[in-house]
């Protein structure tokens, strides 16, 4: 297997910022000078509303790095695939008996299989 490091790195968007921002709004909500008024909110439907969004920031930071691990997976496969690619377009041309073993070779690794 050949491991290639062209991997362009994933833009990172703060997700731990989001939940430090989650954090802190929560425990001044808890604040007893403002629990009340945060009560009082809650009986609305716009109150309502804005607490099932913010329940839904961790759940949506745990998906989006769950996706961003996946696709550094995904990347690093396309990768090792193109450069299996590459090592038997020259293996072929400096006349190897089998050119095609080092795509094999990777397509089983991905698949977990022995070569």
Do not use: K, W
Request: net charge negative; with cysteine.
């Amino acid at each position: 297997m050949i491991i290639t490091s062209t991997t362009r790195p994933t833009r990172q968007n703060g997700l731990q910022e989001v939940r430090n921002r989650l954090d802190s709004l929560t425990q001044f909500a808890e604040q007893p000078s403002v629990r009340p008024l945060v009560s009082a909110l809650l009986t609305t439907p716009q109150g309502l509303a804005l607490a099932r969004i913010l329940a839904a920031v961790p759940v949506l930071c745990d998906e989006i790095e769950r996706l961003r691990a996946e696709q550094t997976m995904l990347r690093l496969d396309h990768h090792n695939l193109i450069a299996a690619a590459l090592a038997t377009l020259a293996a072929d041309r400096e006349g190897e008996h089998d050119p095609l073993y080092y795509v094999r070779d990777e397509l089983a690794a991905q698949r977990g299989e022995a070569p």
